[in-house]
């Protein structure tokens, strides 16, 4: 699912929790809508400043209800945005790199194995490298552990 329907979801999710919130605070406490407008975005937010409580049994069972899923809901909304901002950057990161040209050095630095060409697979490496998506010091581990294996141990 594309970061932008996960965000857009939640918030929905997060706008219906109010809005179910706001209702049985209307309905089941006896507060006038605005009152139960402010208890429900100060509840669900966890702010809650502690000068409006939920008085009557069944309101408090509700709310207990309400808050648990109302807080997930705020946190993942958090997390997704979180996860939208970190997604820009690496998109923003990807396209600056992909879009520089190469210089000498850095065609020289592409190739691994230092036989003055560089191939696709260099490049890609090179190019990964630079979008901070993968480390060499690693790859070259994954290439040693790959060349120790014979067809005894795999």
Known sequence: ??????????????????GVGVGVMHFVEQLGWLDSFYLSVMSVTTVGYGDRTFKTLPGRVLAAIWLLV?????????????????????????????????????????????????????????KLEKMERYQRKIFFK?????????????
């Open 1 to 18: 699912m594309r970061i932008r329907m996960k965000v857009g979801l939640t918030l929905g999710v997060l706008v219906l929790c109010i």
């Open 70 to 126: 109302s807080t997930l809901a705020v946190a993942r909304a958090f997390l997704y945005l979180a996860e939208a901002r970190v997604d820009k950057r690496h998109r923003s990161l990807a396209k600056w790199v992909l879009d520089q040209d190469m210089t000498v050095a850095e065609f020289l630095a592409a190739d691994i194995d230092n036989n003055g060409f560089v191939s696709k697979s260099e490049y890609v490496v090179y």
């Open 142 to 154: 994954s290439v040693a552990s790959l060349r120790n294996l014979t067809l005894e141990t795999a």
